[in-house]
């Protein structure tokens, strides 16, 4: 079965350290990525896709097939950036598998 | 203003009873989805629909039902069969399939809690 693993349920980190929140994915050819962010109150919205390589709010992630992974990086963290994160693959059906969800804290 | 409105924010069933939750959208949107959010366990889909009058079960479809009857409406009904209803439900919609991503425009949510 197709699978995305968050391994961190919540990540504490302090202003202004590097973030990395770690996704993995099972196996399956070329899959389309994405992280999905929901701020404290908002609804959950699309943070980034890897088919574009953009940077939103200073955050990036990299597809990397040989480790299956598409971990979410940040340089230098910033309190507004506390919220929770999902990283999602698309299936074949074009359907969307959900990780379990990250939990991110900048502590001051 | 465009977007997906799901009502009501909050409700309140005993035990027993259906209830139905509502999702519109007029972002034109073929798909829709309806997931469950609990903590720790990310997003779980219930029933998604693809186009109007189709629909397909997701993984835990038991105790839901869903109907497509017009392309802006997806509703859901929590039935008794459902074992354990308190939940946060998150309903979503996408352009749908045959496009070269899928990006989900969420609601803001109904947080269902059986008393």
């Known amino acids: 079965a197709q699978r995305v693993t968050q391994p961190e349920k919540l990540l504490s980190v302090f202003k202004g350290a590097p973030v990395e929140l770690k996704c993995n994915y099972s196996?399956?050819?070329?899959?389309?990525l994405f992280w999905y962010v929901q701020y404290s109150r908002q609804r959950l919205q699309l943070l980034l896709r890897h088919i574009s390589r953009e940077s939103i709010k200073g955050f990036t992630a990299d597809l990397n097939k040989g480790e299956t992974s598409f971990h979410l990086k940040k340089p230098f963290a910033q309190e507004e950036d506390s919220a929770m994160y999902y990283c999602a693959r698309e299936d074949s059906n074009y359907q969307l598998i959900w990780g379990a969800g990250t939990k991110l804290i900048i502590k001051p | 203003d465009g977007g997906i409105t799901q009502s009501p924010k909050y409700l309140f069933r005993k035990e027993g009873q259906n209830v139905t939750l509502s999702c519109e959208q007029n972002l034109n949107h073929d798909a829709m989805y309806w997931y469950r959010q609990d903590p720790g366990q990310g997003l779980r889909l219930i029933y998604y629909s693809q186009i109007v009058n189709d629909f397909q079960k997701g993984d835990i479809a038991e105790g839901y039902s869903v109907s497509r009857e017009k392309k802006e409406s997806f509703p859901l009904t929590v039935t008794s069969a459902q074992k354990n209803p308190t939940a946060f439900y998150l309903c979503a919609s996408s352009i749908g399939p045959g496009t070269d991503y899928t990006e989900a425009f969420f609601g803001q949510g109904t947080r269902l809690t059986v008393v």
């Open positions: 196996y399956s050819g070329s899959p389309e």
